[in-house]
């Protein structure tokens, strides 16, 4: 099993910074993908940005060039560092694992519980 514990949301201010981190732990053979998704109330949850374990990255058209996704293997856990935000990037931030767990092998992808990012204008 998979566990994966966000943090760093809050509330802030537009045109101002956060950065969420997300942590792996468990049974894990090794990671192919970290990423965020998020979720704005009455919306359908979106990706935001991914990475791959050879550092392919991947980001939302409304996200780019103020958002950076990174991870650091040891650790097992990757970060969105969140710039220059709007009102619009309002939602429920939600960290993405896949890869394969170990005793068994077997592929997994894991989501975390969600961490609240609110942005007044």
């Known amino acids: 099993q998979v566990q994966l514990v966000e943090s760093g949301g809050g509330l802030v201010q537009a045109g101002r910074s956060l950065t969420l981190s997300c942590v792996a732990s468990?049974?894990?053979?090794?990671?192919?993908?970290m990423g965020w998704y998020r979720q704005a109330p009455g919306e359908q949850r979106e990706l935001v940005a991914t990475?791959?374990?050879?550092?392919?990255?991947n980001y939302a058209d409304s996200v780019k060039g103020r958002f950076t996704v990174s991870r650091n293997n040891a650790k097992k856990t990757v970060y969105l560092q969140m710039n220059s935000l709007k009102p619009e990037d309002t939602g429920v931030y939600y960290c993405?694992?896949?890869?394969?767990?170990?005793?068994?092998?077997?592929?997994?992808?894991?989501w975390g519980q969600g961490t609240q990012v609110t942005v007044s204008s």
């Open positions: 468990g049974r894990i053979a090794s990671i192919t993908i």
């Open positions: 993405n694992v896949g890869g394969v767990a170990s005793n068994p092998l077997k592929s997994f992808n894991s």
């Open positions: 990475i791959t374990g050879g550092g392919s990255l």
